[in-house]
């Protein structure tokens, strides 16, 4: 179990730094823009739009948070368990591998979505409150892949028990797949840097609105390595026995 633990720090670990990466990255940004906005505005309209600003800028920062209760959550699920096999230990590890690299790399791919989202609720910067709803779509595409790690994860340790309290019934071999199973749908989700990248190689939302659709199948094409990467990883623990 101790092995486990150390590896459960990783994945909470991996998930706080992806966080990080993408909270930072979102308030630096709303900083940038906040003291941009004139001290000495006194017309009440503008006030209130500003204010705006700030509460709606904050619903975006919070959203990498999800990553790293992900994380969390799958630790507790196995701490839920006090004596684990070899076989149980292993299909740990491919969940915590599963849910620490997609809360990673998901919330690095969500950063790069940052710049023009904020821009686009910023009123000086031609954009308007308006926009709101079209980018928390875009900056929740992303949440795709962390949910993906999340779900093999948690098949990972129903299957083999380990929620359930009870001994698995395959072997070694099929929880060697589930932890190459694991790595893959992690490491599937580096395609949302590609998402950010496509995102921001595109004609902003907030100068043109006709563009939102275009925009979006675009972005969301590498999503194709997403979908992949849980294929992959499903068919893994079929074939291995794992599911039967």
């Known amino acids: 179990m ?18 990080a990466v993408a909270t930072l990255t979102a308030l630096r940004k709303r900083g940038e823009i906040m003291s ?5 505005e006194t017309d009440t309209t503008q006030e209130d739009t500003d204010m705006t600003f700030s509460n709606t800028s904050l619903v975006y920062s919070i959203l990498p948070l999800t990553g790293t ?10 701490l839920m368990q006090e004596d684990l096999t070899d076989v ?5 590890l491919g969940s915590l591998l599963a849910v620490g690299l997609s809360a990673f790399f998901c919330n690095v791919g ?3 979505f940052y710049k023009e989202a904020l821009d686009g609720l910023d009123e000086k910067k031609e954009g308007s409150l308006e926009n709101f709803g079209k980018y928390m779509v875009f900056l929740c595409l ?13 098949l990972g340790l129903t299957f083999s028990g380990i929620l359930g309290g009870v001994p698995p019934e395959f ?21 949302t840097i590609a998402m950010g ?3 921001n190689n595109t004609p902003k939302i907030y100068k043109d609105g006709s563009v939102f659709g275009i925009k979006m199948v675009k972005t969301i094409m590498p999503h194709i390595i997403n979908l992949s990467g849980l294929t992959v990883a499903v068919l893994l623990m079929i074939f291995s026995g794992m599911i039967d």
């Open 88 to 92: 149980q230990s292993k299909v740990a």
């Open 69 to 78: 209760t992900y994380c969390v959550l799958v630790s507790l699920l196995i």
């Open 171 to 191: 072997g070694m071999d099929a929880a060697d797949r589930f932890l190459q199973a694991g790595v893959i749908v992690g490491l599937s989700s580096i395609a």
């Open 142 to 154: 992303p949440e795709t892949a962390l949910i993906y790690g999340l779900l093999i994860g948690i």
């Open 36 to 40: 941009a906005l004139d001290p000495y």
């Open 110 to 112: 969500r950063a790069m």
């Open 197 to 199: 990248y496509m995102f």
């Open 2 to 19: 101790t092995s486990i633990s150390i590896w459960m720090a990783i994945s909470i670990g991996l998930g706080m730094a992806g966080t």
